[in-house]
């Protein structure tokens, strides 16, 4: 029989993480878009909440949990959601770095007091991970990095996460390795872009000149790096998948406020049709992409292959998200499209994650490949 359910464990701390995102993160959410804050505060104030919580029972924080961490914490501050995430995320993302390396990095991470940037894209490389140019050069006991990284979400790091070419005969996926590059190494830079969303968290270029990073820095073994990240792609597409969604739906909260109170015409435009119907399309598709995306969590925990789900959720949920908060903008009226309100800035926040983690097209691609083989070239 099938379940779709949380555990009480998580039905509670659903319910508690909402409460404080409520009140502790959307009040700040505006104000950290506008001047470009990065929210650490916030981040560790949720991480304290979920350490809290769950200490004792470590074995119950589930990828579910770090779903249900996600969807919750989207609904208070967007920019707050990834470095919230919790150990079960941190063990797929660092889950082959040596012990030394976890030990360096990773309980700063958890506790939001460091900052991690992941570095796979470049001018000439998006999805194709092997157009990569990024090179790292073995030299005795160090390598040597030379390359530059563009759309670098959290160009604020203490540490990057970067993918480069260690094989230098390879001319695709294979031959790539990952390092981990304290911020403060010699030879980077970086560059900031200015976004049109997500505007707490800086994004941009950056640079690697003669940049040299002990040979123990590599996370995995070498030449693995595409095989180890894809392994990640299909739970962290869920989680955007998630956040997106409740982004959406604290905005579908906030409509259904909106407009049982606002009269016209003598009547509340909740008992029109023309605005009833669109509300409850959104509350229909919303709940069908949450659910999808905790099917990839459930899967994934239980070694179930999901890459497609994976892919079906990051291009629909992401999709449907940003046409409902579109959609709940205009039921605002006027007022929907200021500054005012969050919901402009949602929209600004969710249509970059659109792109992020692969455009559409990419997961459609890797759907329609799984329907009619691997090798299907569409057209």
């Known amino acids: 029989m099938l379940d779709f359910s949380f555990t009480p464990a998580e039905e509670e701390f659903r319910a508690g993480l909402r409460a404080l995102a409520l009140r502790e993160l959307l009040p700040r959410y505006r104000e950290g878009d506008a001047s470009g ?109 030379n390359g530059e990284k563009t759309s670098v979400s959290f160009l604020n790091a203490d540490v990057f996460y970067v993918f480069a070419r260690t094989d230098p005969a390879s001319s695709d996926w294979r031959g790539l390795s990952a390092f981990l590059v304290p911020r403060d190494t010699p030879g980077l830079s970086t560059e900031a872009y200015d976004d049109m969303g997500c505007r707490a968290v800086p994004r941009g270029i950056l640079r690697l000149a003669n940049v040299e990073v002990p040979a123990d820095a590599m996370v995995g073994t070498h030449g693995e790096g595409f095989p180890m990240i894809r392994r990640f792609f299909d739970v962290n597409r869920a989680i955007i998948g998630l956040k997106c969604v409740g982004a959406a739906l604290q905005t579908l909260d906030e409509t259904i406020a909106h407009v049982k109170e606002r009269v016209q015409f003598g009547a509340p435009l909740a008992s029109y049709q023309g605005v009833a119907f669109p509300i409850a399309e959104a509350a229909t598709v919303l709940e069908l992409a949450r659910w999808q995306c905790y099917r990839v969590l459930w899967m994934r925990a239980r070694g179930i292959p999901c890459a497609v789900e994976g892919a079906m959720v990051k291009w629909w949920a992401t999709k449907v998200a940003a046409e409902v908060i579109h959609q709940c903008l205009l039921l605002h009226g006027h007022r929907g499209y200021t500054k005012r309100l969050p919901i402009e800035q949602r929209l600004r926040d969710v249509i970059g994650w659109q792109i992020g983690d692969g455009a559409p097209q990419i997961q459609k691609l890797i759907i329609a490949r799984s329907l009619f083989g691997k090798d299907f070239l569409p057209r």
């Open 37 to 145: 804050t990065y929210p650490a505060a916030q981040i560790r104030c949720v991480i304290a909440f979920a350490d809290d919580f769950w200490r004792g029972r470590e074995a119950e924080r589930t990828l579910v949990v770090s779903g249900i961490t996600a969807e919750e914490v989207a609904r208070g501050d967007f920019s707050c959601v990834l470095p919230s995430l919790g150990p079960a995320l941190n063990r797929e993302f660092l889950d082959a770095a040596s012990p030394e390396l976890r030990a360096r990095w990773v309980p700063g991470l958890l506790a939001g007091d460091l900052v991690l940037g992941l570095c796979l894209t470049e001018a000439g490389a998006g999805s194709d991970m092997g157009a990569i140019q990024t090179r790292a050069e073995r030299r005795g006991d160090v390598y040597v990095l």
